[in-house]
């Protein structure tokens, strides 16, 4: 992956423009390639890095039917010649397999489809030694690529992003990706993730407890925007997203980063920024999931 072709691109002119004198600015890693898009190939990267350290042949994790990260796992483990396995979560017959599952496949990745129940035991050590006995070749990565290893990758996308910005604003699944640039950016620039679940608030928690003492703050998470929960849609929600490719020249995805810039318009009306600021939002990807 070449990062320095990532741009990032300024939305101050039109619909997202404001009359504080803030600017908003997307970095653009939806850009980087069709499936391996977003913060994935960042999150992912150490990881079959140490995959193919130990000399294992496969890569294993989890994930729902919509998981972005299983397809860019799928295409990265192929990419660098390792077998992959999904484990889904819930079982559904070959005539519903959704567009994310179906693109799995074509990446070559085995899917093994496991009960909600089962599925639930995800981060269980005891679970976990029982799978690596039965797939002893495979380094197992936590659903969402949730692991050190995970927060090391996505810390890099703080590179990319001007020492000038004064809050960065994501989208946040497992948190990954908000724990690994709250560990790596200055520690005056903010970071607000947007949670596009029911609750998400919880994530808060869950995302301090990965971060060093003095990294713990000039954070939060919000799940004000979250439409229904997760993967849902309300009628604004597509208008808004339409509205945001005609004036912007480019998509958001619906599960995440639609929801994100529906809050950081909101927030721009509502005057929650100061004046002056540099906004930096990240499209994580996910474009595939539209399809
Ligand atoms: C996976 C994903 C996220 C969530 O990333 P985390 O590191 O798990 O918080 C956000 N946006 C998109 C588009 C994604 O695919």
């Given amino acids: 992956m070449d990062n320095t072709n990532i741009p990032l691109q300024s939305l101050d002119r039109g619909w ?25 190939p960042f ?13 294992c ?56 489809p496991v009960d909600r129940e089962a599925y639930s035991h995800k981060t269980d050590p005891a679970f976990l030694a029982q799978l690596q006995q039965q797939y002893p070749d495979a380094f197992i990565i936590p659903e969402g690529g949730a692991s050190a290893l995970g927060r090391q990758g996505a810390a890099e996308i703080a590179q990319l992003i001007p020492d000038s910005t004064t809050t960065v604003c994501l989208s946040v699944g497992t ?8 560990e790596a950016l200055l520690a005056n620039v903010s970071i607000i993730g ?3 679940i029911k609750g998400g608030a919880y994530l808060i928690n ?4 990965f971060l060093s003492p003095n990294a713990n703050a000039n954070w939060t998470i919000t799940d004000a925007y979250h439409f229904g929960g997760f993967g849902k849609m309300t009628e604004e929600l597509t208008y808004f997203m339409q509205e945001f490719e005609q004036n912007c020249g480019f998509a958001l995805d619906r599960v995440y980063t639609a ?6 318009r909101q927030m721009l009306q509502l005057g929650r920024f100061a004046q002056g600021e540099n906004i930096v939002c990240i499209h994580t990807g996910g474009l595939q999931g539209n399809g």
């Fill in 206 to 209: 869950e995302v301090a407890a």
């Fill in 175 to 182: 948190g990954t990706t908000l724990a690994g640039l709250r």
């Fill in 16 to 40: 997202f423009h404001n009359r504080q004198g803030i600017s908003v600015s997307m970095l653009r890693l939806d850009l980087t390639d069709a499936v391996i898009s977003g913060n994935k």
């Fill in 43 to 55: 999150k992912l990267k150490y990881s079959l890095q140490e995959a193919q350290r130990l000399g």
């Fill in 259 to 264: 929801k994100m810039m529906y809050g950081v």
């Fill in 194 to 196: 947007f949670a596009p």
């Fill in 57 to 112: 042949k496969q890569v294993l994790t989890f994930g729902g039917a919509y998981s972005n990260h299983l397809v860019a796992t799928a295409a990265m483990a192929q990419r660098q010649g390792l077998q992959s396995i999904g484990l889904i979560r819930g079982l559904q017959s070959a005539a519903q397999e959704t567009h994310t599952l179906q693109q799995c496949r074509a990446f070559g990745m085995q899917l093994q």
